[in-house]
């Protein structure tokens, strides 16, 4: 018989290496099922013996920890600029600067420059301990918890790495990945992510880290940084990084002049369209380490590299009209239709035109033929016109007054660049927006019922807001297009079932502008029912941990609508949950509101994850790093040297599982 801390390592070390294998490798070694079972059995060992809790098991990888602000860090190594070039007598005038500062035969590694948030990270014996972002080169934000969910970051490396080291590199958001995530945007009515970059670098400040392990982010690494490291070239260190388990990038090649580096960026200026992530060039290093340290840095970047930025690819076409959409929540957003026209390997009908100020700025009519670019972003920007070609009789372009789909005069807020329609409850687009809105799958994720049918509902006048989905018969419902008995029988046994859901997510679904996930779930546990909350004032709510004065302003205005509080009192009267359980209430209280507290040791009377959830429970929040916004620790048995010396030094009280019982009676 193994020991359980045998049971635990065996189980850690096999689903790292299937991670390694599925996430590093792209090549899967078990099936997703098997892999989830063993997930749960580590998961379970590890809650039943505390004892043997590391921060860098597999199952720290689901999330969970959340950050309110991220903490500033300085980088050992700063993260330095890279000089950009355009031509290939850019490159030729940087090789005859290199010549003249070393001496010997110079060697170049070409690595493709992936579009994507920088960023660096830091391991001790093997193991992760932290991953910040570039920021300002000197200083940036710790976002560790964050990165640990990414399955392509090891936590533990494997062969003979050395004892401490960082290493830098990019966090993408791979294109089928980001347009999954927007396809499920659109479905629940949400605009879609512009370009995978800002999403990627969007996600990496996210507060809930749970949020970021459901984002399908890669960590590429080129670029290994410390003292004493044994590796003499920077394609060596690439191969030394994939062997200790990292993902390194496949296109790097080592070159022996500046004709084979043209060669290497001709050949990926085409081919890179074919590849899973969004490239913007290429960077050129000298690939020797010593020659590297003579060249040294300018004030920004170094000598001894240089990106060469691919032409992001340009046409010209006709402008043929401009639409104007409706969102959810009411923003216009003008899009231009354009006369069909092939970039970058595809046809491009349409182009996004931003907002009343870009038309202006461009001055861009209907009939113009206009320059189309397909850069990072994945709907086309028109750049100008080619007033070249502009025929004598066309008109400026005026921006509408009124909505497209309503006809409700438009608003637009000073400092705001979109124009807004204010019908919000006699708006289609915005109340079909809406609706799949509250049936999405973090709201009320109303099963067998999808935002096309909502869409339909609203169009055939059977529905105006969310809470007459409520009174729906199977009748109204089965002569719709696409539907069957089966098919009607479903929706509303879903509708039913949506009943059930807790209030926390009613709160969501309920679509306050700028009430989130987060958001809802504080409000709930704090109000506890949507009366309570709903006869706050806006100073009440202002006093609530996280909630500032535009959210507060935004649940105030929703709740004094007569429209919404007729919707309310329909929801209640069907039986929604507006107000928490019987079973959620039960132990919970505000006593520890306010406070962040952090947990380290074993215990005797209670396990970890129990304490966990008592602080939680009553309002507090569990944090996993001290800083000096940290309340007090909850210590046990074995508390870390490391940690016992920061709290010291910072002056935050230590207390016993026993005081702290003794806090919540
Ligand atoms: P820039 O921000 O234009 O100065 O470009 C420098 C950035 O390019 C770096 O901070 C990296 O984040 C990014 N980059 C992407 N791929 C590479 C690569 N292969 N080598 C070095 N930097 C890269
Ligand atoms: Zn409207």
Known sequence: MSTVKQQIEALREELREHNYNYYVLDNATISDYEFDIKLKQLQELEANHPEFFDANSPTQRVGG???????????????????????????????????????????????????????????????????????????????????????????????????????????????????????????????????????????????????????????????????????????????????????????????????????????????????????????????????QEELGYTAKSPRWAMAYKFKAEQVSTRLNSIVYQVGRTGAITPVANLEPVELAGTTVKRASLHNADQIEKLDIRVGDEVFVEKGGEIIPKILGVDLTKRPIDIQPTQYITHCPECGTELVRQEGEAQHYCPNYNGCKPQIIGRIQHYISRKAMDIEGLGGETVALLVNEGLIYNYSDLYELTKEQVIPLERMAEKSAENLIQGIEQSKNIPFERVLYALGIRYVGETVAKKLAKHYKSVDE?????????????????????????????????????????????????????????????????????????????????????????????????????????????????????????????????????
């Open 65 to 291: 920890a959340i950050t309110k602000n991220f903490e500033t860090v300085a980088h050992e190594y700063r993260m330095y600029s890279l000089d950009n070039s355009y031509s290939k007598e850019d490159l030729q005038d940087w090789e005859k600067r290199i010549k003249k500062l070393v001496d010997g035969h110079v060697q170049y590694t070409c690595e493709l420059k992936y579009d994507g948030a920088s960023i660096s990270l830091t391991y001790e014996n093997g193991l992760f301990q932290k991953a910040v972002t570039r920021g300002d080169g000197f200083q940036g934000d710790d976002v560790t918890a964050n990165v640990k969910t990414i399955k392509s970051v090891p936590l533990q490396l494997k062969g003979d790495y050395p004892p401490k080291f960082d290493i830098r590199g990019e966090i993408v958001l791979p294109f089928e990945g980001f347009n999954k995530m927007n396809e499920e945007r659109i479905e629940i009515g949400e605009e879609p992510y512009r370009n995978p970059r800002n999403t990627a670098s969007g996600s990496l400040k996210l507060q809930d880290s749970a949020e970021v392990a459901k984002r399908p982010l890669e960590c590429l690494l080129y670029n290994i940084i410390g003292d004493n490291l044994g590796i003499k070239s920077q394609f060596e260190s690439l191969e030394k990084a994939r062997q200790w388990g990292f993902k390194v990038p496949e296109a790097a090649k080592l070159v022996n002049s500046i004709d084979e580096v043209l060669g290497f960026i001709e050949y990926w200026d085409t081919h890179r369209h074919g590849l899973p992530y969004e490239t913007d060039g290429v960077v050129v290093k000298v690939n020797d380490l010593q020659q």
């Open 533 to 665: 909350l709903a006869s706050a004032s806006p100073e009440d709510l202002v006093s609530v941990d996280e909630i500032g004065v535009k959210i507060a302003e935004s649940v105030h205005a929703f709740f004094i609508s007569e429209e919404n509080k007729n919707i309310l009192n329909r929801l209640k009267y069907f039986g929604v949950q507006l107000e928490m359980s019987v079973e959620e209430l039960e132990g919970k209280t505000n006593i520890l509101e306010g406070q962040s507290i952090v947990v380290s040791g074993v215990f005797e009377s209670i396990s970890r994850n129990e304490l966990k959830k008592l602080i939680e429970d009553n309002g507090g929040k569990v944090s996993s790093s001290i800083s000096s916004k940290t309340s007090y620790i909850v210590a046990g048995d074995n508390m870390g040297p490391s940690k016992k010396e920061k709290a010291e030094a910072l002056g935050i009280d230590i207390i016993n599982e026993y005081e702290f019982l003794q806090k919540l009676n």
